[in-house]
């Protein structure tokens, strides 16, 4: 029987979390299994951590404000046909505000690395408000350079010069700049199904028609938005060598695989034995904290100061301080090490459900970057009709999963958690990812 049986019972209008914050997640999936019918909700793992009640605005007036006064973006991209409404985060965890516990296997677009409100970058961020909120590169602070140099030593020679940015989009605007000033070229070169930032000029790198706009433009990486799609053998190799024969200079764009999230390297390029000139780093880089950074050579670098460029925010010692601490959590607490052995085990898992399901085209990725390709069958490829896509993903967060999608044709779930995640909640995942894939079957 499908997940459709009884959807007229609204599990989300139950609040779950009392007036003592007790976490009733147990109790909550017993009445959802009530609620489904026949149908096995797959029993989540526990959680020792107590969310706070919610006593904020209700939902409806939330949804209102989103209408009026929000920009009518946000409610193109909102995913869901019954929106969630997050509360709180812990780690792989997050609540809305009726006390409901969801799995977070996107971390806010491949953004939260260690963990939601990760106690030890909370204590950081919580030192640093007290002394100093904001200050610019006019002045030397120490937490600027604190970072800059911790950074650079998990980068091999010549990449050690940084500038810091307030995002991915503006980390490889400025690249760009850098690397156009410095070559005297003027094109660049990036892949199909690529995506590189929102802004204008990174508009015209991104080759994914649904983040693109009909205007002018002026205008590497394992992809991410693109769908976790992975380099033949060799491939960055032969096209530095191209691009470096031509007088070109080579961009590893890590905003998405950075940091660990590969698990066999700390940054993506590394698995590939290519040293790139530039590197733009984001999201992983602050955990959500709004940080991202350029990283190159002492050669390009020196290109840059044939006019002034300036970066209110870029460097703001609170940045610097969440950035710091996050590198230093990622290395106490084997952030790198648990990608890729957890996101080994479940590309394994997830390659037995492949073989399953016909409508299951690939599964693809590398540690905790993994992508889930749909197809409507396996003779055709052809991809999965976008409401196929959308009911499985809605069934996925009606059992408490929150993950992706993209790919070309929005045919490719994504799985990008925070970097915490274990075994447990794979398990947990493969159990509701079945169960959602068996339910569509059934209802084809």
Request: with cysteine.
């Amino acid at each position: 029987m499908s997940l459709d049986c009884e959807r007229k019972l609204e599990y989300a209008k139950e609040p779950h979390t009392g007036s003592q914050g007790l976490d009733r997640q147990g109790a909550a999936h017993q009445k959802l299994a009530i609620k489904y019918c026949t149908v096995d909700i797959p029993e989540m793992p526990p959680c020792s951590f107590k969310p706070e009640e919610y006593k904020g605005m209700s939902k409806e007036q939330m949804m209102e404000i989103r209408k009026q006064n929000c920009n009518p973006m946000t409610m193109k991209i909102t995913y869901y046909k019954k929106p969630v409404f997050i509360h709180q985060g812990y780690m792989q965890w997050l609540w809305d505000v009726d006390g409901k516990r969801y799995l977070d296997l996107f971390a806010g677009v491949a953004t939260v690395s260690v963990g939601h409100c990760h106690p030890k970058v909370t204590a950081a961020i919580q030192r640093q408000l007290k002394k100093l909120w904001h200050t610019t590169n006019i002045y030397i602070h120490p937490e600027l350079h604190e970072y800059c140099d911790k950074l650079a030593s998990y980068l091999p020679d010549p990449l050690k010069v940084i500038y810091l940015t307030n995002s991915g989009s503006e980390a490889n605007e400025l690249a760009m700049l850098m690397a156009r000033l410095h070559t005297g070229n003027f094109d660049v070169i990036t892949f199909r199904g690529s995506y590189h930032g929102g802004s204008q000029q990174t508009m015209g790198l991104t080759a994914n028609s649904s983040c693109k706009f009909p205007i002018a433009t002026s205008s590497g990486c394992i992809h991410g938005l693109g769908g976790a799609v992975q380099y033949p053998k060799n491939y960055l190799k032969e096209a530095y060598k191209l691009v470096r024969q031509r007088g070109g200079i080579c961009i590893a764009d890590e905003v998405q695989t950075g940091f660990g999230r590969t698990g066999s390297h700390f940054l993506g390029f590394q698995g590939h034995d290519v040293i790139p000139d530039m590197v733009t780093m984001a999201k992983g880089i602050g955990n959500g904290f709004p940080v991202g950074a350029v990283v190159t050579t002492p050669e390009i670098a020196a290109s840059f100061v044939k006019a002034s460029h300036f970066n209110t925010f870029g460097g703001n010692p609170l940045a610097c301080a969440v950035a710091s601490s996050v590198l230093d959590t990622m290395r106490e607490d084997s952030t790198q090490q648990n990608s890729l052995h957890v996101g080994t085990y479940l590309m394994t898992q997830m390659a037995k459900l492949r073989d399953k399901y016909e409508v299951i085209g690939d599964v693809r990725g590398k540690g905790l970057q993994i992508g889930v390709e749909m197809v409507k069958d396996k003779g055709s490829r052809e991809p999965l009709p976008p409401e196929a896509m959308s009911g499985i993903l809605e069934d996925v967060k009606d059992m408490g999963v929150l993950i992706g999608k993209g790919g070309v044709h929005g045919q490719t779930f994504r799985i990008q958690p925070p970097m915490c995640i274990t075994r447990e909640d794979v398990d947990f995942f493969l159990a509701v990812f079945n169960k959602a894939i068996s339910g569509y079957t059934d209802r084809k």
